[in-house]
């Protein structure tokens, strides 16, 4: 896989406690002036998105590609997959705060496949999605993988 390089931008206005900025995709242009705020990270995010709601979307594209990539490569390609990722950040010790888990909660439709593989298979997408490996290093992450019913 080649080297693979992203960008995005941000703006901000005013102080940290009244001031309020915007992320804007800037190598796909998926969203422009995204809006963001201190209190839609601690509050209520009414419209407005944050760093972990960015962080747990990243995190479930990293890990539904893997596991689709892994399902195809064991013979039982999806016909169709559900991610959620759900990211916690909480007071660590010294009163600062960071990233303490991420958890993938999966279901995946292959036809052919059964519950044991695809809970093996998700083991495999874990360890290969980067951003599993990106969260590991200070973080928590559980994957749970189950097959869905017809």
Do not use: Y
């Not at 309020?20 to 209520?44: K, Q």
């Not at 490569?73 to 705060?97: Q, Y």
């Amino acid at each position: 896989m080649p080297r693979i390089v992203r960008e995005a931008d941000a703006t901000w206005e005013g102080t940290l406690a009244r001031g309020n900025g915007t992320l804007t995709a800037t190598s796909s242009g998926t969203f422009v002036d995204l809006p963001i705020t201190l209190a839609s990270r601690l509050e209520v995010q009414q419209g407005k998105t944050s760093p972990e709601e960015l962080l747990a979307a990243a995190h479930a594209n990293c890990f539904i590609t893997s596991l689709a990539g892994e399902l195809a490569r064991a013979g039982t390609p999806p016909g169709r997959l559900a991610v959620r990722c759900t990211i916690t950040m909480d007071e660590v010790e010294g009163g600062n705060h960071r990233i303490v888990a991420s958890a993938i909660d999966a279901t995946a439709w292959a036809s052919g496949a059964d519950e044991e593989l695809v809970v093996r298979i998700g083991r495999v997408a874990d360890e290969g999605c980067p951003f599993s490996a990106l969260i590991r290093a200070s973080a928590d992450v559980s994957v749970a993988v189950r097959l869905g019913e017809e």
